[in-house]
């Protein structure tokens, strides 16, 4: 069973820092991998999708990575703002699988003015 | 669009009791998710549906939990009867694809049951 795991579970760092969130899964054999934003009260907001067959994506300040066969992806956030404060899920969707989307725990940011 | 519509935001019932929750997904998606978030296990999918139709129940964790899709606007999630361990967050998703494309989720259910 695929096992998504997110660390650390928490991290505060001050207005400015590039910062990096990490995330690990077990089973190598992925269809694709999503970084989500969740604010508190909120659903979760799609922030970068890489396919299996790509090594990143980027948007604006947020750059995510793959490495599929050491089963690793990482978000970094360049210059990080106060608005970026919120919980970060990535989510991994298995080969051959349906539909099934494994979360991990989350990374709780807080970005200090 | 005003994305995916959830209702209602918040419900506080009772143990025994039956809880109903709704969901809108967006126009044209034709996939529909049902999740649950709890601090204890995260974010698990309970149930998915695609093109009105049911397609993986697996995580739907007892019998008391249904869910239905009458139409393609709307998705119901029924709990008869609720428990207190039944209280999380639940949210409801929808996308174009299977693939995870155009995933949205609404803003969620925060159920309390006393």
């Known amino acids: 069973k695929q096992e998504v795991t997110q660390i650390p579970a928490a991290l505060s760092v001050p207005e400015g820092e590039n910062l990096v969130l990490n995330c690990s899964f077990t089973?190598?054999?992925?269809?694709?991998l999503q970084w989500f934003r969740q604010d508190p009260g909120k659903g979760l907001t799609s922030l970068l999708l890489i396919q299996s067959s790509q090594r990143e994506q980027t948007s604006g300040r947020l750059n995510a990575s793959l490495d599929k066969s050491s089963g690793r992806s990482t978000l970094y956030i360049a210059a990080s703002q106060p608005g970026d404060s919120a919980t970060y899920l990535c989510?991994?969707?298995?080969?051959?699988?349906?539909?099934?989307?494994?979360f991990g725990a989350g990374t709780r940011l807080t970005v200090k003015p | 669009d005003a994305g995916v519509i959830q209702s209602p935001r918040h419900e506080v019932t009772e143990m025994g009791q039956e809880v109903t929750l709704r969901c809108k997904p967006i126009?044209?998606?034709?996939?529909l998710f049902w999740y649950r978030q709890t601090m204890m296990r995260g974010l698990e999918l309970l149930i998915y549906f695609n093109n009105n139709v049911p397609i993986d129940d697996s995580g739907m964790p007892e019998d008391r939990f249904s869910a239905k899709m009458p139409n393609a606007s709307f998705s119901t999630l029924k709990i008869q009867p609720s428990e207190p361990r039944d209280s999380a967050v639940y949210f409801c998703?929808?996308?174009?694809?299977?693939?995870?494309?155009?995933?949205?989720f609404g803003s969620g259910t925060r159920l309390t049951v006393v």
């Open positions: 998703a929808s996308s174009l694809s299977a693939g995870g494309y155009g995933y949205t």
């Open positions: 126009s044209g998606h034709d996939y």
């Open positions: 089973d190598s054999a992925i269809y694709n």
């Open positions: 989510a991994v969707k298995e080969e051959g699988n349906n539909n099934d989307m494994r």
